[in-house]
């Protein structure tokens, strides 16, 4: 996935007729019957700085989402399910930008943030009592916490912040990536949270 989005990516910063075709426009979506742009979005980014940040979220946060789901589901089904949640969770992440920009023609999106919003809430919900240490943040902080935070600034910053990040497709991930754990080991979340309150 990284490899692929990287590459694509690194074309898309130097031809913006390709990046354009590959954003996510919900007007097109909608008027046009433009489905494939629900898809091809993740693979572009704005800028170096955007697809960087990306990359790395999903390096870290994947590779331990990954190998968990390998060690309890075997090799196969482990790299499905991660796939699934990766891909699914960023198509679920286009659907509020959708519901609030299927008729604004100004409307653009790209980048994998919603698909990565999925993994990280995902990891967090699978193990919420792991640490976390950020680039952002100068200490380390039980995943659990982040993760609320992480929510108040995005809910916050979608009402309140004035600029060109999707926020809501922030939210919309984060969301499937804890949904998509529940659905796949409820049993897990329910004896991780006993053990921990």
Do not use: C
């Not at 990516?9 to 130097?14: G, I, T, Y």
């Not at 170096?48 to 968990?68: C, E, P, Q, R, W």
């Amino acid at each position: 996935i990284m490899i692929i989005t990287i590459l694509v990516s690194l074309k898309a910063l130097n031809d913006n007729v390709f990046r354009t075709k590959m954003m996510y426009i919900p007007y097109q979506v909608h008027h046009d019957r433009q489905v494939y742009r629900t898809f091809t979005h993740l693979f572009v980014h704005a800028d170096a700085g955007h697809l960087i940040f990306n990359m790395i979220s999903l390096y870290f946060l994947g590779d331990f989402l990954v190998k968990s789901f390998i060690i309890s589901y075997g090799m196969v089904q482990g790299q499905f399910y991660f796939g699934l949640l990766y891909f699914a969770g960023g198509l679920f992440a286009t659907l509020i930008p959708f519901a609030r920009n299927k008729d604004n023609p100004n409307y653009r999106s790209l980048g994998a943030s919603g698909a990565v919003s999925a993994v990280i809430f995902a990891a967090i919900a699978w193990e919420p009592t792991m640490t976390l240490r950020l680039m952002i943040l100068p200490f380390p902080m039980p995943a659990w916490l982040f993760g609320v935070l992480y929510l108040a600034f995005e809910f916050w910053s979608d009402k309140n912040a004035k600029g060109n990040i999707a926020h809501d497709a922030h939210i919309g991930g984060a969301i499937f990536g804890i949904l998509f754990i529940l659905v796949l080991n409820f049993e897990k979340i329910r004896t991780t949270l006993e053990s921990y309150f």
